[in-house]
């Protein structure tokens, strides 16, 4: 797909640069050249104007040309320097700036080689701008595809995301009808943007598998713009498709009409818009994940109003964080938790609580008893971006895969940040700072040290007249010790001259002797001494458990009257019954 916006830079920077090197040249710069041999159809020896080295050696009065930059930065966005530079045999740097500024460079330089002025010449600069432009058309084995962005709008002409580009449709050279496509929010005379994508083929040469690459790729930049932020957004009904050669062929998408209200990207957003499709393209297992929730996430995005998508986004809720988990919390909680800061946690649980409610309302007809000033459409958007922030936090992997889990820990992990373990709540106390204490030691000199030392070696041994050293035996010893400590018995006079002691006391207290009544007897007691007392007879029917059986043809003697004999031995299989034997 040809850029006409690259096109348009090129050709100013080329009519600045013949004017900057046609004035070098007349301030006394000379052209390079060089003697060529006679052949190719000439007689003579021929001059040759070395004019290309000429624009090599002059380029850094050319890069600071405004048109230069313009020229460069379009290179750039177009992606076709590093292909431009392979065709040409030079290997491209891995820098895109230093790239695009390499390929412009080049192109002044193919301009006008083997030229002996600077004049712009229309059949030099169509051969010259071919090259770049054959540079973007589809390779061999590729087909391209262009589908109109409804609702798209910003201020640049090319935004490129992984696997796609998103152009303006006036800068490319593009069907007229992929040009004036519809324009469901905004002025008439607002452009008209395109995704554009390229495909390798099927093995076979055919357009199946590549249809459904395609599609792939255009469904997945229409998602990252959702998530990035809202609006309305969505693939047109028509695409248009080519191979290498080949005219444009005009296709159904399928798509539906999307909500209106337009979508409207500022420059602002596009590095973070660039980095959410590098991770979506990336990690397409996220996506897997993550896709019931997508799917309900976009079907409520292409309904009409934010209201009817409430149900949408509800459940989408539910596929991602209702259930069981370590903290027991319901759902509205889990949102909070994920989608905001501490601040605003209770005001985005109020949100879903009410939301829930409005649900309950738009099923069964009864008013919900919810008391709250927002409107029922300010609540539907509310909960779009609670839920817009939980699947773009998904997918840029902060939650990991079970996204209940990931709440209930956030919970649990501020709960014990707020609760006994904060340093607020536990003071300042030196029972939790402590801090080791020094010693003062006093100041003493030699003579006051020496003095110390000799009182600390004079210490007294407590009763240490009681101590005795003999080599008599150590029952004796221990004997004389216990017989020392055994005190005196107690005994006082009181004033009326009555003597008082410890065994009259003792005497006293315990009273006259208790008449105890006597145990009864055990039962052992019961038999004289010597004799052996019996155990009670058994019963009858031990005894009878304990008899030997009888033989088994006694008993069967005793029962075969039961059991008649027959006649007649019906054998199964026999044709005739015949008589029994005895």
Wanted: glycine share 8%; proline share 6%.
């Amino acid at each position: 797909m040809r850029d006409l916006h690259l096109r348009h830079t090129l050709t100013s920077l080329a009519r600045d640069a013949s004017e900057v090197l046609s004035d070098l040249v007349q301030g006394g710069q000379e052209i390079p050249y060089e003697i060529g041999e006679p052949g190719e159809g000439f007689a003579f020896c021929q001059y040759q104007p070395l004019t290309a080295r000429f624009v090599r050696d002059n380029a850094t009065e050319l890069r600071e040309l405004p048109s230069f930059r313009e020229a460069a930065e379009t290179m750039r966005r177009s992606e076709v320097a590093g292909a431009y530079l392979e065709e040409a045999g030079i290997a491209p740097p891995t820098d895109a700036v230093e790239r695009a500024t390499l390929a412009c460079t080049y192109f002044l330089a193919r301009l006008w080689d083997g030229s002996a002025g600077f004049e712009l010449d229309d059949d030099r600069f169509a051969a010259a701008i071919a090259e770049i432009e054959d540079c973007a058309e589809p390779e061999a084995g590729e087909v391209e595809a262009i589908v109109p962005l409804v609702g798209f709008q910003m201020p640049g002409t090319r935004l490129e995301l992984n696997g796609a580009s998103i152009v303006r449709a006036d800068a490319v050279d593009v069907p007229a009808d992929a040009a004036r496509s519809e324009r469901p929010s905004g002025a008439a005379w607002e452009p008209t943007f395109l995704i554009s994508a390229r495909v390798s083929l099927d093995p076979e040469g055919g357009l199946g598998g590549a249809g459904e690459r395609v599609a792939r790729t255009f469904e997945r930049v229409v998602t990252t713009l959702r998530l990035h932020k809202s609006g309305g957004v969505g693939l047109a009904p028509h695409g248009w498709v080519r191979v290498a050669g080949d005219r444009w062929r005009r296709i159904a998408t399928g798509a539906g009409r999307p909500r209106p209200g337009g979508y409207r990207l500022t420059e602002a957003d596009g590095p973070a818009l660039a980095d959410l499709a590098r991770t979506v393209n990336v990690h397409p297992r996220r996506m897997t994940h993550l896709r019931r929730a997508l799917l309900r996430f976009e079907t409520g995005l292409d309904r009409r109003g934010a209201v009817d998508a409430l149900n949408d986004h509800l459940l989408a809720l539910r596929f991602l964080l209702e259930g069981e988990g370590p903290a027991g919390v319901g759902l509205p909680m889990r949102v909070a938790a994920l989608a905001e800061s501490v601040d605003a946690r209770m005001d985005a649980k109020e949100v879903v609580e009410h939301a829930i409610a409005l649900e309950r309302e738009i099923w069964s007809g009864e008013p919900s008893q919810a008391n709250s000033s927002t409107g029922p459409s300010e609540v539907a958007a509310q909960v779009e971006e609670l839920l817009r922030t939980i699947l773009r936090r998904g997918v840029a992997g902060e939650l990991g895969n079970d996204f209940r889990a990931a709440a209930d820990e956030t919970l649990l992990a501020e709960g014990l940040a707020f609760g006994e373990g904060d340093a607020a709540e536990r003071g300042a106390t030196t029972e939790w700072n402590l801090r080791p204490a020094e010693a003062e030691l006093p100041d003493l000199g030699p003579a006051e040290l020496e003095e110390v030392a000799r009182r600390d070696e004079d210490y007294e041994v407590a009763d240490a007249d009681r101590i005795r050293v003999s080599r008599g035996t150590l029952r004796d010893e221990l004997d004389e010790v216990v017989a020392e400590s055994v005190a005196e018995p107690f005994a006082f006079v009181e004033e009326d001259g009555t003597f008082v002691s410890e065994e009259l006391i003792v005497t006293e207290s315990r009273g006259p002797e208790s008449t105890r009544p006597e145990d009864p007897p055990g039962w052992l007691d019961e038999v004289d001494d010597g004799a052996t007392m019996d155990f009670p007879a058994r019963s009858q029917h031990l005894n009878d458990l304990a008899r030997t059986p009888l033989p088994r043809s006694e008993v069967k003697a005793r029962v075969q009257y039961l059991f008649p004999r027959t006649e007649t031995n019906w054998a199964v299989g026999t044709r005739a019954p015949r008589r029994a034997a005895g």
